[in-house]
Structure formats: C-alpha cells, structure tokens
C-alpha cells in the first residue's frame, strides 16, 4: 500500500516540474475566454553589458470572466488551444486597483 501512496504523488511532482509558468500584466480582455498578458524580462546586452527590458505578449484562456486589465497573473503552459493560444491563465496575483 505504501507503494501506491508513492506512485500517486510522484506523477503530480514531475508534471510541477515539467510546466513552464510566466508571470504578467494583462493588457487586453476584450476576447471572449481569452486575455492578451504582457510578460516582461531582462536581457543583457552584447556589446554594451546593460540590461534591457524585453516585452513578449502571450494569448492565455482564461475561464474566469473576472479578469480585468492592469492584473497580474501567473500563466502556464498548456496544450495548443488555438493558432496562438498555448497558454492558461492559473492564478491572479494583484488585482488592479
């Protein structure tokens, strides 16, 4: 028995590990089930060694309708939902005020 406890938990584990998460600024909600979120990082620059901001736009469903814009999420990594929707929206971090 000892052993089924520990392969029921070991799966869970691996997929945590395997899932890619970003963290965002939503940007847009004006789709139906879907928000655009603005995720922000830094790049170090070649030549100059200064950093950057870089910002990327991922589309994310999102099946709470209470999001709105200016609120800071976490998004995961999920199967191709759409052309360009490969993201889920997990949590919301901040509401924006």
């Known amino acids: 028995m000892a052993t089924n406890e520990t392969n029921e ?46 910002t990327n736009k991922f589309l994310a469903h999102s099946e709470m309708p209470e999001i709105n814009i200016g609120d800071r999420v976490v998004i995961e990594e999920t199967r191709p939902l759409s052309k360009r929707k490969r993201w889920n929206v997990r949590e919301v971090l901040d509401r924006a005020s």
């Open 9 to 54: 938990q070991a799966p869970a584990a691996t997929s945590d590990k395997n899932s890619r998460t970003k963290v965002g600024v939503v940007v847009s909600n004006k789709m139906q089930k879907t928000v655009v979120v603005a995720v922000e990082n830094l790049v170090k620059h070649g030549m100059y060694q200064k950093y950057i901001k870089r």
